[in-house]
């Protein structure tokens, strides 16, 4: 009786150490503390769990259209491949696109919904660019950039390297009237995964599409580019540059002035933010001065975009002639080509 006794004390002393250690193991895990339990961080913000990495991936990312990667691409690409064999290229084609952005953004069904019911071409392809980018990180490259000058890996300053949580470009910044409009260029943008202000862009993408559709009472589907008015500031480097700068704002807790981030000669790390002077990847649009003592192109940019008709891109089901040589011009300020 006595031996049974002890035994069932022994039982129950066993018990209850394991039960307070696997409370307490789940209390560390989920944090149920003063700090709000991981679901409740989850509804708010579903992807910021990862810890970002301390370099910005050494991958880059291109789409191909519906007709594929064709001989002028191919060359084109083949320059920032062959200079950077260190760098894993993927070249994503539509449907693979489509199947990445349902599985990786299934907690965001908002954004699953919008990207899979965009019909035009240019808009879908601009979000893509920003929602892969911000779950992976890397470098996006449209297909008509060739790289010049150093590798890759030589372009960023050795002391901003672990800061430089996003790298944009100016594409009209060196020549330009201080009162002019400046923008980042799409067609190559470099960040490590995880980065808020891209999450800013992708939220206020799908906050003009939810302003548009209202405001001509169609569906996402229905949305064209009559109704879109300008894709620059929809989707493209208007949008991208106000999002980044008003995100910056938000972490930085102040605007920064125009004068602080014009007339680069030099990289300029703003917050975690690397801006690249016009020169670096977008010579092209830029009036930079000779005499200057500048760093190097980087990429050029060929103006080869199909976006430019009234369908908004190369529709996938239907084969259409490239459009070349039209260049994206900056809120009607007029258009520039990369013809330096
Ligand atoms: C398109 O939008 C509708 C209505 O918002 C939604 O029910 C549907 O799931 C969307 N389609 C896709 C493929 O996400
Ligand atoms: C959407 O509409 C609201 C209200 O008019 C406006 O404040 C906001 O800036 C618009 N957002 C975008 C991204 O167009």
Redesign the pocket.
Known sequence: MQVQNRFVNVKIIILTILSISIITLLYHIWGVNDRPSIWEIKDRLPFHRAKAPTEIPKKIWYKLGSQGLGDKAREWTDTCINKNPNYRVEFVRDQAADAYVVKEYADRPDIVETYMNLSVPILKADLFRYLVLYNEGGIWSDLDVTCEGPPIDEWIPEQYKEAAGMVVGWEYDCGYEPTFIRMFQTWWLMSKPRQPHMMMVIE??L??V??KTREHNVAVSELNMDMVENVIKFTGPKRVTDSVLKSLEITMGQPTPWEEISHLEQPKLLGDVLIMPGYAFALGSNGCQKDLDLGPQLVRHHYAGSWKNTKGGERRERRSPRHLGVARSPLGHGSAQDGE
């Open positions: 206020d993408i906050e003009g939810r302003n």
